[in-house]
C-alpha cells in the first residue's frame, strides 16, 4: 500500500475540490421556533379552558416534531396556533373567574339591598295597619 502524498488518482481535479455552501445568516428571525410545551402543559392540567389547553398541547408537540424533521416553516405556523390556545385559554381562565366573583359579589349585593327594602316596605305597611287597627 502506497501512502505517499501526492496520489495519483484517475479522478479529475475538479471533482475533488469542492466549494464550501454559503453561509446564511438569517437577521431576525431566530432558526428554531419555540414550541411552548410547558405552557401547553400548564394550560391543559390546571386551566382547560373549553378544551384549548388540550388544543395548545398538541399543537406544541406537533411543533416539536415538525422543527426536529427539520421543516422550520410548519413548525412556525404550529407554534403560532398553540401560542394563540395558550393566550386565550389563559386569557379565558383568568377572566372568566374574576367575572364570575365580580357577578356574584354585585349580586349579593343587590339581593342584601333588596331584602332590606322589602323588609322597610312590609314593616311600614304593617305599622300603617297598626295605626288604623287602634283608631277603631
Known amino acids: 500500500m502506497d501512502t505517499s502524498y501526492p496520489r495519483d488518482d484517475p479522478a479529475p481535479a475538479a471533482s475533488r475540490k469542492r466549494d464550501p455552501p454559503p453561509t ?34 398538541a399543537f406544541s408537540v406537533k411543533a416539536r416534531d415538525r422543527r426536529a424533521a427539520g421543516d422550520v416553516e410548519g413548525a412556525r405556523r404550529c407554534s403560532s396556533r398553540a401560542r394563540c390556545c395558550n393566550a386565550l385559554a389563559t386569557a379565558g381562565s383568568l377572566v372568566l373567574p374574576l367575572l364570575l366573583v365580580a357577578l356574584v359579589v354585585t349580586g349579593a349585593l343587590h339581593l342584601s339591598k333588596l331584602a332590606q327594602d322589602s323588609i322597610d316596605f312590609f314593616s311600614y305597611q304593617l305599622s300603617i295597619d297598626d295605626d288604623d287597627d287602634d283608631n277603631k
Request: net charge neutral; hydrophobic share 55%; charged share 5%.
Open 24 to 57: 446564511v445568516i438569517g437577521v431576525g428571525a431566530s432558526a428554531a421556533p419555540r414550541d411552548h410545551l410547558v405552557w401547553s402543559l400548564f394550560n391543559t392540567i390546571y386551566m382547560n379552558f373549553c378544551c384549548l389547553g388540550l388544543v395548545a398541547l
